[in-house]
């Protein structure tokens, strides 16, 4: 017989096959980044056009409180996205002294690209699993994402029954 396992072995258990399944999910998202376009788009720049298709007209303090970085990088980053075609600064309505960043249309259609190869990446594997196996994915992911947001569990939101099928 094996060691009596402890409490905490179910999140030990998830937390490992968690950190196999992000870096195959690392693996297949490079897939599709390679398989995209050509673009002038590092993995940190992708992150900030992440970050402005989710909150459209920020300022750059906020664009580095979301990246973890001060707004100087950030500032030189956001430059750097201008000059390539896909991030524009607006002045803000509310505040003269404030500039907004926003994607422009050159940088949406590279993301909905993205997505689009990547989703494809994600299919494949996801249609070779057995219904019942995606069902259970589906359920954990929503899991983990209300505890990573820190808002309950799935259970605890009226939406919960609504989300995408398996």
Same mark, same amino acid.
């Given at each position: 017989?094996?060691?009596?396992?402890?409490?905490?072995?179910?999140?030990?258990?998830?937390?490992?096959?968690?950190?196999?399944?992000?870096?195959?999910?690392?693996? *297949?998202?490079?897939? $599709?980044?390679?398989?995209?376009? /050509?673009? #002038? +788009? %590092?993995?940190?720049? &992708?992150?900030?056009?992440?970050?402005?298709?989710?909150?459209?007209?920020?300022?750059?303090?906020?664009?580095?409180?979301?990246?973890?970085?001060?707004?100087?990088?950030?500032?030189?980053?956001?430059?750097? *996205?201008?000059?390539? $075609?896909?991030?524009?600064?607006? /002045?803000? #309505? +509310? %505040?003269?002294?404030? &500039?907004?960043?926003?994607?422009?249309?050159?940088?949406?259609?590279?993301?909905?690209?993205?997505?689009?190869?990547?989703?494809?990446?994600?299919?494949?594997?996801?249609?070779?699993?057995?219904?019942?196996?995606?069902?259970?994915?589906?359920?954990?992911?929503?899991?983990?994402?209300?505890?990573?947001?820190?808002?309950?569990?799935?259970?605890?939101?009226?939406?919960?029954?609504?989300?995408?099928?398996?």
């Amino acid at each position: 017989m094996g060691a009596p396992s402890s409490p905490q072995q179910p999140t030990l258990d998830a937390a490992g096959a968690a950190a196999e399944a992000i870096e195959m999910l690392e693996v *297949l998202w490079e897939r $599709g980044f390679d398989a995209a376009p /050509p673009a #002038p +788009v %590092s993995t940190f720049q &992708l992150r900030v056009l992440y970050s402005l298709d989710h909150e459209e007209g920020i300022n750059l303090r906020r664009l580095g409180e979301l990246l973890g970085s001060r707004a100087s990088s950030v500032s030189r980053l956001c430059d750097r *996205l201008e000059v390539t $075609g896909y991030v524009e600064r607006r /002045p803000s #309505p +509310v %505040s003269r002294r404030e &500039l907004e960043l926003h994607l422009t249309e050159k940088a949406r259609k590279y993301l909905t690209e993205l997505r689009s190869r990547r989703e494809r990446a994600l299919l494949d594997v996801l249609s070779r699993m057995p219904v019942s196996a995606r069902r259970d994915l589906v359920r954990g992911l929503e899991g983990f994402r209300f505890a990573a947001h820190g808002s309950g569990t799935p259970e605890s939101h009226p939406a919960a029954g609504r989300t995408r099928s398996a």
